[in-house]
Nanobody, 116 residues
Framework: EVQLVESGGGLVQAGGSLRLSCTVP????????IGWFRQTPEKGREGVSCISNSDDNTYSADSVKGRFTISSDKANNTVYLQMNSLKPEDTAVYYC?????????WGQGTQVTVSS
């Protein structure tokens, strides 16, 4: 079973920054696409950003473009989500998703709370 280890959530004031990390140990990382999703009771689950480790293509939702940056450290099987200029509406549980040839695995989630 593929395990995803997330870290980096917390409480921050509006305008602040956080960096989330998602480590996937013991796999051939280049075969995976890694995505970040977030979930709230009001909005449900929303795709935030993703990166393909095979070609480094990235995607980010319009709501976070220009503020969030996804990057991959293939040497350490870790993907980072750098979140800047955070807004209260970014408050959510953030989940890491690892996609391998159609098979998905999810992290345990990390809470991000942005106070106004």
């Amino acid at each position: 079973e593929v395990q995803l280890v997330e870290s980096g959530g917390g409480l921050v004031q509006a305008g602040g920054s956080l960096r989330l990390s998602c480590t996937v140990p013991g796999v051939n990382f280049i075969d995976y696409a890694i995505g970040w999703f977030r979930q709230t009771p009001e909005k449900g689950r929303e795709g935030v950003s993703c990166i393909s480790n095979s070609d480094d293509n990235t995607y980010s939702a319009d709501s976070v473009k220009g503020r969030f940056t996804i990057s991959s450290d293939k040497a350490n099987n870790t993907v980072y989500l750098q979140m800047n200029s955070l807004k209260p509406e970014d408050t959510a549980v953030y989940y890491c998703n690892a996609l391998y040839f159609g098979v998905e695995n999810w992290g345990q989630g990390t809470q991000v709370t942005v106070s106004s």
